[in-house]
């Protein structure tokens, strides 16, 4: 049954996409169908799905490396800052397609809703300007962020030489569970642990401990984390801890010499020497001599 209302006509291009994940495909197609002046900032998104922030944040760069979104920050009347999303159906294509598919059409009736375009939202004090191209905002308060993890998991964070150890993987597990109960700003999703456990086997790997561990992620943090995954990936990468040099280490137990006897015929005194040989006594007197 054809539709006629209430859908989004998008192109194999964006649906087929061969290097864009799953998480993006889906997150263009969910732009793409909200109206005009919706928002879709990370934590907008982060509420409505229940990916966490830093798996929608890498989306939403995946689509804008490959042109599907371009985000600008603009600064409001009011003197807000704000970013300025525009989301492309056809990267590239500025006019639209003179020669239609007859077959993608709709019934003739109400407007079907094709692909739209979302326009800028308007903030809550003060309306932004008219936009020029179609649009969607999400407004973000201007805020220096760490990096985010990489794009594939685990892609540029450190890993262990040594991946199969059961017992590491799962005590670094516990390392990144137990940060919320140190710091609720740090409450980690499942998948964020089992992407950054890797790194935190790194660090075990190279002698820190988990106190260590759990001081380094933990210092120093900022009022209101906006992404804690990001925040805990980059720390992770940028305070790796150099692999220590094997120090050499003393024999546990040396043996004594073995008893000997001394060859003395008069003597016969018994003492300890790796070689056979005269005993202390009757060397002093044969030099002696």
């Known amino acids: 049954m054809r539709h006629t209302r209430r859908f989004t006509v998008v192109g194999n291009h964006l649906a087929q996409h061969a290097e864009l994940s799953l998480v993006a495909i889906g997150l263009a197609l969910h732009i793409q169908s909200l109206p005009a002046g919706a928002r879709i900032g990370i934590k907008d998104l982060a509420a409505r799905f229940p990916e966490s922030e830093h ?37 590239g294509c500025v006019e639209s397609d003179p020669h239609p598919d007859p077959r993608a059409s709709p019934h003739p009736g109400p407007d079907p809703h094709p692909s739209p375009a979302p326009s800028r939202a308007a903030h809550p004090a003060a309306e932004a300007p008219p936009a020029t191209t179609p649009a969607a905002v999400s407004p973000e308060a201007v805020a220096p962020q760490p990096p985010a993890t990489p794009r594939t998991p685990g892609g540029s964070l450190p890993r262990p030489r040594n991946p199969d150890n059961p017992w590491r993987h799962e005590a670094a597990v516990t390392v990144l569970t137990d940060l919320r109960r140190l710091d609720s700003r740090l409450l980690l999703g499942r998948q964020d642990i089992e992407c950054l456990a890797p790194a935190v086997e790194a660090w075990l790997e190279r002698g820190a401990r988990p106190g260590g561990i759990t001081a380094a992620l933990t210092a120093n943090l900022p009022p209101q984390p906006r992404n804690p995954a990001g925040l805990v990936a980059y720390r992770l990468t940028a305070q790796l801890p150099p692999t220590l040099a094997h120090l050499p280490r003393p024999a546990a137990h040396v043996p004594p010499d073995p008893f000997q006897t001394c060859e003395d015929e008069t003597c016969g005194l ?4 790796r070689e056979p040989g005269l005993c202390g006594e ?6 002696a001599a």
Do not use: D, K, W
């Open 55 to 91: 798996r929608i944040a890498r989306a939403l760069r995946e689509l804008e490396v490959h042109g599907y979104l371009a985000r600008t920050r603009v600064r409001l009347p009011g003197g807000q800052v704000i970013t300025r999303t525009v989301s492309y159906n056809r990267p």
């Open 270 to 273: 018994a003492f300890r020497s």
């Open 282 to 287: 009757c060397r002093a007197e044969a030099g």
